[in-house]
C-alpha cells in the first residue's frame, strides 16, 4: 500500500532552515508527481511547492526563492527545504502524492518562532 512518511520538523528561529524528507512506497516513486502542502492553525490546507516525475518545481509565490524542492529517486524520498524561514511559515508539512487517488502523509511540525 501506499505510504509517506514526513520527517525533519521542529522549532528554529526566523531566519533559521530547516529540510523535510518524506520517504515514500507502495507506488512507483520515479514516476509520480510529489507535492509538499501546509496546514497552518484555523487556516486551509494550502499547496507550498510541487515537484514531477521530470523534475519540472513549482512553487507558492510567498516561499519562491526561499524553499527548494527536490527529489532523490534511488532512495524513493523527496525533500522540502526550507531556508529564510518566518513565523508565517509555522504549519504542520504533509507529503502528498496521485496514485489513483490522493494519498497523504501524517505531517510533521514546523514552527518558526523566537
Known amino acids: 500500500q501506499v505510504q509517506l512518511v514526513e520527517s525533519g520538523g521542529g522549532l528554529v528561529q526566523p531566519g533559521g532552515s530547516l529540510r523535510l524528507s518524506c520517504a515514500a512506497s507502495g507506488f512507483s516513486f520515479s514516476i509520480s508527481a510529489m507535492t509538499w502542502y501546509r496546514q497552518a492553525p484555523g487556516k486551509l490546507r494550502e499547496l507550498v511547492a510541487t515537484?514531477?516525475?521530470?523534475?519540472?518545481?513549482n512553487y507558492k509565490g510567498s516561499v519562491k526563492g526561499r524553499f527548494t524542492i527536490f527529489r532523490d529517486n534511488a532512495k524513493n524520498t523527496v525533500y522540502l527545504q526550507m531556508n529564510s524561514l518566518k513565523p508565517e511559515d509555522t504549519a504542520v508539512y504533509y507529503c502528498?502524492?496521485?496514485?489513483?487517488?490522493?494519498?497523504w502523509g501524517q505531517g510533521t511540525q514546523v514552527t518558526v518562532s523566537s
Open positions: 515537484i514531477t516525475s521530470g523534475g519540472s518545481t
Open positions: 502528498n502524492t496521485i496514485v489513483g487517488r490522493t494519498y
